[in-house]
């Protein structure tokens, strides 16, 4: 598992990085390919190293601990790394973001290195049964170890945005340029586009294989189908995560596809429609909670007394 999970990484930094000098050719020819060139390589190298916390600043998350003031946010932290310690994964860093719309995300470019960012609608919108349930889902993410892919086609697609909405500044009207004002064109709206692509091949059969393995993790497969169900709504409802709109290179690291709530299964969607999602899990775990529990959080097992005990979940 973790071979092949490098091997994609690799084939997908190097898809991403043929894109980058791409770019950088049509907008300064063998000059720009070489700068490119070299950009990407530099790139790659802070994206691996460093590429957690650059997201984690792009969304301004806060570390949660056992002394934050609010509730809600220590028996979050509290359930994270009870669940990582089931599931024989170091302690990953725990973080908050600001934002209405209720989602959730991890990075980092192995589990030793992981940090796991929820939203502060979240916590606020979801009941405690559900927050743990999407948290697993996170974790299972840092278990197969997707993060490491998920975190480094997010800034090295952005980059590939950036340079491509930059073409405008240079050499429009240089008929020396390869492509010349056509070119430029071009590469404004079929760089970004093909960036897209790259993240979506990798995106959506890893949100499946994520969803069963955090079912498992939290040992309520039911509770994960009602929060996508209620992530999915609120988010399409119009609760908008502005740094994501800011950043959408990015969307494809969150649970629910935070854009509007775009979730639809076809080309151009990072995510698998919830309804699909939704209908797999009751495929393998059954219409009640029956999921194998190999971790130590059992199927059966109520979270501790904590501030959302006074609210019900759909199979409670």
């Known amino acids: 598992m973790h071979g092949t999970n ?6 997908l930094l190097a898809a991403l990085t043929a894109l980058f000098v791409g770019v950088g050719y049509l907008i300064g020819g063998p000059a720009g390919m070489v700068i490119a060139l070299g950009l990407a390589l530099v790139g790659n190298l802070i994206s691996y190293w460093n590429a957690d916390k650059i997201v984690l600043s792009m969304y301004r998350a806060q570390d949660a601990g056992d002394n934050h003031a609010d509730p809600r946010v220590r028996a979050y932290a509290q359930d994270v790394r009870e669940m990582a310690a089931g599931a024989g994964l170091p302690a990953p860093r725990v973080t908050i973001i600001e934002s209405d719309q209720p989602n959730a995300f991890a990075t980092g470019r192995d589990p030793a290195h992981a940090a796991v960012a929820a939203t502060t609608g979240l916590l606020t919108m979801l009941d405690r049964r559900e927050i743990r349930a999407v948290m697993g889902h996170e974790l299972a993410h840092v278990k197969n170890r997707d993060t490491l892919t998920m975190t480094v086609t997010a800034t090295i ?22 492509g010349g004002f056509i070119g430029v064109i071009a590469i404004m709206i079929l760089a970004p586009m093909a960036a897209a692509l790259v993240q979506m091949a990798i995106s959506r059969g890893r949100e499946y294989e994520a969803d069963a393995a955090g079912a498992e993790i939290s040992g309520d497969p ?14 399409r409802g119009g609760a908008v995560n502005m740094a994501a709109e800011r950043n959408p290179a990015t969307a494809h690291m969150f649970i629910i596809n935070p854009l509007a709530g775009r979730g639809a299964d076809n080309l151009f969607s990072t995510h698998p429609s919830t309804q699909n999602r939704v209908k797999a899990l009751a495929q393998k775990f059954g219409s009640r909670s029956s999921a194998p529990h190999t971790t130590a959080v059992p199927v059966t097992r109520k979270p501790k007394a904590g501030p959302w005990d006074r609210r019900q979940g759909p199979w409670s």
Do not use: C, V
Request: aromatic share 14%; hydrophobic share 50%.
């Open 6 to 11: 490098h091997l994609r990484t690799f084939m």
């Open 222 to 235: 039911q509770a994960l189908a009602s929060a996508l169900q209620k992530i999915d709504a609120y988010a």
């Open 157 to 178: 697609a952005g980059a590939i945005s950036a340079l491509a909405n930059f073409a405008f500044f240079f050499g429009g009207n240089d008929r020396e340029r390869p």
